[in-house]
């Protein structure tokens, strides 16, 4: 079950965190990955993991925000069957404490670059006669987080434009769905707790995990296998669908 044999699958921001344990259990399952990150060295220790466990694994620099790098790189990885839209930033502030120029920062890469993506993989889909994207939304479009105004806003975008696309091509035979994970543990939450919290990082940490009512933060791997069924024909029957993964903190959190 689960076989993704003879698929060939993109995965933004796959050089760290939820996007390296996709694309590492992607490969394990027989997927062709394709890895597009910032640059070709933050993609490099995935690729080699991959590599290295003898899977099949390719990966570009390029910056989602920009339709034509992001264009051009699809071109030259050509027909595709998985698209996985994980590629985001984040921002803290409420909406009078977020300057313009970092609202812009978050739309352009948390929003453009999706629609960037989906822009230039629908033609490569064509090729394949369908296939899956997975966009990666967030709890904080289901719920209120404090301090995450432009992060929020975004991820709500990202959740309406998955139920855009599911309803646009799925003559085509294409299915879109999303996932909403609350907090999952990245080198990403470590660098955004030591530069926001510094001097507080264990306190802070342990404050987050709690949030879950289930008592601690995600795992990158348990992200990774949600998208695996979710990409997988097993899954055939789903499509404009966001499924939280959260430790229950939309249900639960009282």
Request: charged share 20%; with cysteine.
């Amino acid at each position: 079950m689960f076989s993704l044999k003879n698929k060939k699958a993109v995965v933004t921001g796959g050089g760290s965190g939820i996007g390296r344990a996709i694309a590492t259990l992607f490969a394990k399952q027989g997927a062709e990955v394709h890895i597009i990150d910032l640059t070709i060295e933050s993609a490099k220790e995935a690729l080699d993991e991959i590599l290295n466990s003898g899977g099949k694994a390719f990966s570009y620099a390029c910056n989602v925000a920009n339709q034509e790098e992001v264009v051009a790189t699809f071109e030259k990885i050509g027909n595709i069957n998985i698209l996985i839209n994980n590629a985001g930033i984040a921002h803290v502030g409420k909406v009078d404490t977020t300057p313009a120029v970092d609202f812009d920062r978050v739309m352009d890469v948390n929003v453009k670059g999706v629609y960037n993506c989906l822009f230039a993989a629908i033609p490569q889909f064509r090729l394949s006669n369908g296939g899956v994207i997975i966009n990666m939304a967030s709890i904080a479009a289901w719920v209120g987080i404090p301090d995450r105004f432009a992060y929020s806003t975004a991820k709500g975008a990202v959740m309406a434009m998955t139920l855009s696309v599911a309803k646009d091509y799925i003559g085509e035979n294409i299915r879109c769905n999303s996932i909403s994970p609350a907090r999952v543990h990245t080198p990403f939450v470590d660098g955004f707790i030591s530069k926001n919290y510094a001097g507080k990082e264990a306190e802070m940490f342990e404050k987050l995990s709690q949030s879950q009512p289930i008592g601690r933060m995600g795992k990158p791997d348990e992200i990774a296998a949600l998208a695996l069924y979710l990409c997988s024909d097993e899954a055939g029957f789903i499509t404009g669908c966001d499924y939280p993964i959260d430790g229950g903190f939309i249900k639960l959190n009282n």
